[in-house]
Structure formats: structure tokens, C-alpha cells
């Protein structure tokens, strides 16, 4: 009994299959439009847009990734982000109101991608405006080449649903958000 025990496991053991370890294939972020409103003056390298704690709207900490398609951090992306206040107004002369935005908030900020891919912003939680849904312009720039010019989303707001994030809020009434940007180097 013990040896027809023994043949079964070493039967079923050569029909096993072996798994190795492969990379997990990502979709490539969607791109998007860079909307009207693309910074005039260079974006500063600075991953806070707020200025002080008098801001319109809601602290939201936007984190994530950069990586390439077969899942490879990216270290040194630069990522930009741009959106209008919390008022629905950008920062820009062609924009309708510029005249009234607001000033505690920065309007756009570029930080680089760590050694493990990873990024952060400190923002304001998107907000609607005309007729468009709550949304923030994001760029991807790899060795000062863009890569990915697109737009993130709230989820349940309107815009490409393969570019939402989702909220979460802390005790403090912090929102938290992340999104993965996935390029092709």
C-alpha cells in the first residue's frame, strides 16, 4: 500500500505544472487630451499645491507608481499634475475667472518617481466645472521625453472609467487616493 501511495504522488507530481515566476503584464495607462489650460509659465517641481491651510476644497494625497508594461518601476519620472481650484478655476490667461483663483492654491506641481517607482502629490480633491466632471491633467516624462499625457477621475463622476480613483477619508477629513500610471519606455 505504501508503494502504490508513493507511484500516485509521483504520478501526480509530473502532471503538476511547474509555475515560474513571470512578470504581470499592465495595461498601458489611456491617454487623454492635455485641455486648454496647460500651464504657460514651466511647472514647478514641487509635489505640495497647496500654499498654506486657507486653500478652497479638500487635502487629497495622490500616490502611486510609474511602470512600464511588464510591471518595472520607473525611478526618476518626472509626473505633472494640473487642475483648477476648488472653485472650478484654472490658472491660466485663457481660462474663464482666472482673476478669481484661488491664490493658497498652487494650481499645478511636478514631483520624480522614487527608486521603487513611486510618487505623491498633495492636492485638492477634484471639483466640477461648465460641463466637465471633477478631474486632474497628468503628464509622464521620462528622461525630459512625455510619455503619457492624460486625465485621472473620480470614480462615480463621469470620464473614462479605465482612469478613476477611488477616495478614502481619514479621521482628519483627508482624502487619500491612488492611481498607477503604466507607460512605454
Not at 92 to 101: D, K
Not at 137 to 147: I, P, R, W, Y
Request: contains cysteine; proline residues 5%; hydrophobic residues 35%.
Amino acid at each position: 500500500m505504501k508503494r502504490r501511495h508513493f507511484i500516485k504522488l509521483i504520478a501526480a507530481s509530473s502532471l503538476t505544472p511547474t509555475f515560474t515566476a513571470a512578470a504581470q503584464e499592465h495595461t498601458l495607462t489611456a491617454a487623454q487630451t492635455e485641455g486648454p489650460y496647460y500651464p504657460v509659465e514651466p511647472i514647478t517641481t514641487s509635489n505640495t499645491l497647496l500654499l498654506n491651510d486657507e486653500y478652497v476644497g479638500s487635502e487629497l494625497r495622490l500616490s502611486g507608481k510609474v511602470l512600464t508594461e511588464d510591471g518595472t518601476t520607473v525611478h526618476n519620472a518626472r509626473v505633472e499634475i494640473w487642475q483648477c481650484d476648488g472653485r472650478g478655476t484654472y490658472l491660466h490667461p485663457a481660462a474663464p475667472n482666472t482673476r478669481n483663483f484661488d491664490l493658497n492654491f498652487r494650481g499645478a506641481g511636478a514631483t520624480y518617481s522614487d527608486a521603487n517607482g513611486r510618487y505623491q502629490f498633495i492636492t485638492i480633491v477634484p471639483v466640477p466645472y461648465t460641463s466637465r466632471p471633477p478631474h486632474i491633467h497628468t503628464k509622464v516624462f521620462v528622461q525630459n521625453k512625455a510619455l503619457l499625457t492624460s486625465q485621472i477621475y473620480l470614480r462615480d463622476s463621469g470620464g473614462d472609467d479605465r482612469l478613476k480613483i477611488d477616495l478614502t477619508a481619514s479621521a482628519d477629513s483627508i482624502y487619500s487616493a491612488r492611481f498607477d500610471f503604466i507607460i512605454r519606455t
